[in-house]
């Protein structure tokens, strides 16, 4: 590792150790020139492969044949920005020092500069991070209505940091907190650094879209039902360790209480209801549409189920709001009934109640005949009797 260029007067020395710390002298007859070489060592945990939300160690080694200074140390991340550090342990040989969580934005170089004053030490030391994990909030909700499409993604970083070391993950969905889990599809990485899915569920709800852009893991639910609601989380794993996205999906439909047109003087109650969890600011509204103020009706904050009722036709609205911003509308039209289907209704019942009239009269005077016949015959036959017990004929009239 050593090596001595003689036009120059220099000894060069390859992969630095600790313990090539030390005074080193140039003898040139009888001169003789001292030099200290004070050593350095920085390393970072796991290799500067990290998964998002972990926190990375620095360990900072110092070696000198002199007194050890007492250093200084400044940290900047990828993105130049200074970053405290918080000092574990400290004993001049030995510095441990604890980073920040780290994000997926944080992958890149970072720096550590390192002063002293005594001896004089000025030197910045680069390292490279790399953090895999979901370019997604940590909790992301979206927001469908019934029989409507959606598509849930979640983005890894991976293409971005060029990161080829293999890893895999599953995606789950469970409809609340506390019930059954279900495996929906498993994900690894290839050789080449693309994602590989395979569809794990029996379940036909969902399917994987064939074209999405990369490092993307992507579930479509090509109807959605209101019981496909839930959480939807993606997890990867690598060398044991796990990172973790969760999207919320949120589910409304509306209904009509009784559903069809809507008869003259009748009314209908219009219920609204989402599968929940909302967002401490979230409500929902019912307003008709071309309709006046008067008209809008809210639910308290947080409740998933509002009702309405009215008396006139026309378009509805139900919003999901939070904050000030609408998530998700559904419209429903209320149709009134024509003016023909009143008189169809008319008619047939004027024509129940005539026919129900003309059966009663049909009943009323065949009753009355069959009582007649009844009698007629009954008076024959006591005549029959009459005749054959005096063996005489009489005429009656």
Known sequence: ???????????????????????????????????????????????????????????????????????????????????????????????????????????????????????????????????????????????????????????????????????????????????????????????EGQLHETKKSNNLLFEIPESKPESTIEVKLPKVHFNHSGQYQCQLEYERRHAQSKIELVVMKVSANPAGPLSRGASVTLTCQVSGPLAPDAYLSWEPVNGSKMDIKKSKQREVKLEVNIGTAGLWSCHLIEGSDKKISFHYHVEEASVWIYNVIIGASIGGSLLAFALGCLCIISGVRWQRRRQRAKRMAQARQHLLENKTCQCQQ
Not at 16 to 44: F, M, P, Q, R
Not at 142 to 161: E, P
């Open 1 to 191: 590792r050593f090596d001595i260029k003689m036009q120059y007067k220099q000894l060069s020395v390859r992969d630095l150790k600790l313990s090539d710390a030390g005074i080193y002298t140039c003898e040139y007859n009888t001169h003789k020139v001292h030099t200290s070489l004070h050593i350095i060592n920085l390393t970072i945990s796991l290799d500067g492969h990290f998964l998002q939300n972990e926190v990375p160690k620095l360990i900072l080694t110092q070696n000198s044949p002199s007194p050890l200074p007492d250093l200084s140390i400044t940290l900047f991340d990828s993105n130049n920005n200074r970053v405290a550090p918080e000092i574990q342990k400290k004993n001049l040989q030995e510095y441990i020092v604890n980073l920040k969580k780290l994000k997926t934005m944080d992958s890149g170089t970072w720096v550590c500069q390192i002063h002293s004053d005594s001896p004089l030490i000025n030197q910045n030391i680069s390292f490279a991070v790399k953090v895999l994990g979901f370019q997604n909030p940590v909790l992301e909700r979206k927001y469908a209505t019934v029989d409507s499409t959606v598509i849930l993604s979640w983005h890894l970083n991976s293409q971005k940091i060029k990161w080829k070391k293999g890893f895999t993950g599953q995606l789950n969905w469970k409809q609340q907190e506390g019930t059954e889990s279900h495996e929906l599809l498993d994900f690894n990485i290839t050789a």
